[in-house]
T-cell receptor, first 114, second 114 residues
Framework: AQSVTQLDSHVSVSEGTPVLLRCNYS??????LFWYVQHPNKGLQLLLK??????LVKGINGFEAEFKKSETSFHLTKPSAHMSDAAEYFC????????????FGKGTRLSVIA | GAGVSQSPRYKVAKRGQDVALRCDPI?????LFWYQQALGQGPEFLTY????????KSGLPSDRFFAERPEGSVSTLKIQRTQQEDSAVYLC????????????FGPGTRLTVT
């Protein structure tokens, strides 16, 4: 069985300050881990993915995440927030192969204050 | 088209009505997934197709839910005798093939049952 816990339902940051969205996972298998972003009235977009290669993963729009097996964590970070980063972010786990269902966390809403 | 499309984008149904939600995948994508996203929650897996074969329907919440993909391309999710608890956004996602990890999501259909 697999599950994801996003530790914060809402994070608010000022523009230009760092972003940290926390995620812990549980998996019986060697997992694949993803972060997806959902802007209002738009489809889910993949930010980055970890599939057992490098543990520090770089994604789009300056986001990155680090896979830490010992801590079962996959936190998402960005050095400097932009207004356009305001959205819902989902941490996602699946088995380490394609063609398997994704298991989503409940999401973290990121607000960026000017 | 360039992405996954879903229709209708919005659907209002009276309790007890049947509805059909359509997903047009990215051309050539072999795998197709349906997810249900309740308000304020992350998406949850419903069912999955590889070509025309429905390989996993363990997430369908009741026998009122039925999905098909008869020619291995367009898929339809049908809900019979809709109930208020069926109100949600229904997301379709497609995957190029078994070696790929990135699921491409459509914009979703927002179903409201009154």
């Amino acid at each position: 069985a697999q599950s994801v816990t996003q530790l914060d339902s809402h994070v608010s940051v000022s523009e230009g300050t760092p972003v940290l969205l926390r995620c812990n996972y549980s998996s019986s298998y060697s997992p694949s881990l993803f972060w997806y972003v959902q802007h209002p009235n738009k489809g889910l977009q993949l930010l980055l993915k970890y599939t057992s290669a490098a543990t520090l993963v770089k994604g789009i729009n300056g986001f990155e995440a680090e896979f830490k097996k010992s801590e079962t964590s996959f936190h998402l970070t960005k050095p400097s927030a932009h207004m356009s980063d305001a959205a819902e972010y989902f941490c996602v786990v699946s088995q380490n192969s394609g063609n398997t269902p994704l298991v989503f966390g409940k999401g973290t809403r990121l607000s960026v204050i000017a | 088209g360039a992405g996954v499309s879903q229709s209708p984008r919005y659907k209002v149904a009276k309790r007890g009505q049947d509805v059909a939600l359509r997903c047009d995948p990215i051309s050539g994508h072999v795998s197709l997934f349906w997810y249900q996203q309740a308000l304020g929650q992350g998406p949850e897996f419903l069912t999955y197709f590889q070509n025309e074969a429905q390989l996993d329907k363990s997430g369908l919440p009741s026998d009122r839910f039925f999905a098909e993909r008869p020619e291995g391309s367009v898929s339809t999710l049908k809900i019979q005798r809709t109930q208020q608890e069926d109100s949600a956004v229904y997301l379709c996602a497609t995957l190029r093939d078994q070696t790929d990890y990135e699921q491409y999501f459509g914009p979703g259909t927002r179903l409201t049952v009154t």
